[in-house]
């Protein structure tokens, strides 16, 4: 069973505020991985990391950013909110096997108003 | 980027039938794949992993693999009501262990 927490669960903001989406996991992962999920829409990697001080962009393009400071945690930070960030952003890690699965979060559901 | 293409939904079959999911993938050096299922508003669950050509079986779900005709497909034998859920297919690349995801299939079990 995969143990990787997002906090909060659901966020509602309102446009301009500052934001920090938090994702741990304890089960020494080296690999993260942040994707965006629109409702009925597809998943969109946005950020990833393969370690500690290791972050790299996804496909998809995305105002937020994200720091890898410790191995178990990966923050993504949006620095002004938008109506154009809502959506649910989920977290996922895989363990050092190089094929081994991501293993995800239950997300977080941000709504920027 | 990697391309993952699932068979469009929604998919209906009767509870009991055999549900049949169908992916292709575009990207040769891909060795990893695997099936995901995701409830609505739920996050993406690990269902299956398959590394190697042929059938792999776990309870009521088997996943088979052709590499040469980058395909990968997953069947759900004696469909549940509970099996009602969006499949994705996900396809690791090797090379920067990033998974690309297709855009799912929508499966609905009528009772």
């Known amino acids: 069973e995969a143990d990787i927490y997002q906090t909060p669960r659901y966020l509602v903001i309102g446009t301009g505020k500052k934001i920090t989406l938090e994702c741990s996991q304890t089960?020494?992962?080296?690999?993260m991985y942040w994707y965006q999920q629109d409702p009925g829409m597809e998943l969109h990697l946005i950020h990833y990391?393969?370690?500690?001080?290791?972050?790299e962009k996804g496909d998809l393009s995305s105002e937020s950013t994200v720091s890898r400071i410790r191995t178990e945690h990966f923050p993504l930070t949006l620095e002004s909110a938008r109506p154009s960030h809502t959506s649910q952003y989920l977290c996922?890690?895989?363990?050092?096997?190089?094929?081994?699965?991501?293993?995800f979060g239950n997300g977080t559901r941000l709504t920027v108003t | 980027q990697k391309e993952v293409e699932q068979n469009s939904g929604p998919l209906s079959v009767p509870e009991g039938a055999i549900a049949s999911l169908n992916c292709t993938y575009s990207d040769r050096v891909s060795q990893s794949f695997f099936w995901y299922r995701q409830y609505s508003g739920k996050s993406p669950e690990l269902i299956m992993s398959?590394?190697?050509?042929g059938d792999k079986e776990d309870g009521r779900f088997t996943a088979q693999l052709n590499k040469a005709s980058q395909y990968v497909s997953l069947l759900i034998r004696d469909s549940q009501p509970s099996d009602s859920a969006t499949y994705l297919c996900?396809?690791?690349?090797?090379?920067?262990?990033?998974?690309?995801f297709g855009a799912g299939t929508t499966v609905t079990v009528r009772a």
């Open positions: 398959i590394y190697s050509n």
């Open positions: 089960m020494g992962h080296d690999k």
């Open positions: 996922a890690s895989s363990g050092q096997v190089s094929n081994s699965p991501l293993h």
């Open positions: 996900a396809v690791l690349d090797p090379n920067d262990y990033k998974l690309s």
């Open positions: 990391s393969y370690g500690v001080n290791s972050t």
